[in-house]
C-alpha cells in the first residue's frame, strides 16, 4: 500500500469521527434545549394517549428550570425564558413528592383558579365544564378481554377540547372539596379520570399542586406507537405491532 493510500484512509477515518461526534453533539443540544422523547407506560391519559405512544415534548413551550437538564447538569431556581402554560396542555413534569418521577397529565387548573369534581363533573371557578357524551370506548383489559366504557368531550372554557373516560360511578375523585390552585403552581388531571393520580390526590400516592418549576414541557406529537406487547427497539415485529393510524398524530 503506498504512502499515499494510507493518508487518505486515516483522512476518511478522522472525518468520519468528526460527523459522528458533531450529530451526537447535535442531538445532545436538542434533546437538551428543544425536544425531549418521552414513552407512554400506564394509561392514565387514555383516550389522548396509549401506552406504547411514544412522543416529543417541546422543553421551550415553558422555559427551562433545573429539571429542564439531564443529569443534574444545573441547579438553580425558578424557570428562565418562561413561557405560559396554557390550559388544556398535555405536560410532562416532575412528580413534586420527589422531584424525580416523570409524569404526564392535562393542566385543567391555572393559579389562583377554583378546582372541584362534583359527580364526576370537573369544575372551574363555579362553572360546570362542557361535557358532552360520545360512543363508548373499548378497553383493552389485556389476554383478549375488553370492556366498553363512557367517553366524553370535555371543552375548556378556553375553547381546548378533549376526550375523557369515565370507567366506574362514585370513584375517590369524583366528589372532591374546592381546591384554590396556589400562584406558582398547577393542577393537572389525567384524561382516564378513574384511573389517574393527578392533583386531585394529595399525600404518599397523589400528585397535589405541581411547582411551575416542575414543568418539563408540553406534549406536542405522537411520532411512534406499539401495542403494549411490542417494543420500540424489536423492529422485527413493528410490521405486527405498531399502531400506524398514530404516528405522527398531534397531541390535543
Known amino acids: ?55 416529543f415534548v417541546s422543553k421551550f413551550s415553558y422555559g427551562y428550570s433545573q429539571y429542564s437538564f439531564p443529569f443534574g447538569l444545573a441547579s438553580f431556581d425558578g424557570r428562565i425564558f418562561a413561557g405560559k402554560p396554557e390550559r388544556g396542555d398535555v405536560a410532562v413534569f416532575k412528580l413534586p413528592r420527589d422531584n424525580n418521577s416523570d409524569y404526564i397529565k392535562r393542566i385543567v387548573g391555572l393559579p389562583g383558579d377554583r378546582i372541584q369534581m362534583i359527580d364526576g363533573v370537573l369544575h372551574i371557578n363555579g362553572e360546570a365544564v362542557k361535557r358532552e357524551r360520545l360512543s363508548d370506548f373499548t378497553l383493552q383489559l389485556g389476554r383478549g378481554r375488553t370492556r ?15 376526550e375523557t373516560l369515565d370507567v366506574y360511578d362514585n370513584r375517590p375523585g369524583d366528589n372532591t372539596d374546592v ?74
Open 148 to 162: 366498553e366504557v363512557r367517553r366524553y368531550r370535555e371543552t375548556l372554557p378556553n375553547g381546548v377540547t378533549y
Open 179 to 252: 381546591y384554590v390552585v396556589p400562584e406558582g403552581h398547577y393542577f393537572m388531571m389525567g384524561d382516564n379520570r378513574d384511573n389517574s393520580s393527578d392533583s386531585r390526590f394529595f399525600g404518599a400516592r397523589g400528585v397535589g399542586f405541581v411547582p411551575a418549576e416542575n414543568l418539563i414541557g408540553r406534549a406536542e406529537i405522537t411520532f411512534f406507537s406499539v401495542s403494549p406487547e411490542g417494543s420500540l427497539f424489536e423492529f422485527w415485529e413493528w410490521p405486527f405491532v405498531i399502531r400506524w393510524s398514530r404516528l405522527f398524530q398531534v397531541i390535543e
Open 1 to 55: 500500500m503506498s504512502v499515499g493510500a494510507n493518508s487518505d484512509e486515516k483522512s476518511t477515518f478522522w472525518e468520519t469521527v468528526r460527523v459522528v461526534v458533531i450529530a451526537l453533539l447535535l442531538a445532545f443540544l436538542v434533546r437538551i434545549f428543544l425536544y425531549q422523547p418521552f414513552n407512554i407506560p400506564s394509561g392514565s391519559m387514555k383516550p389522548t394517549l396509549l401506552i406504547g405512544d411514544y412522543l
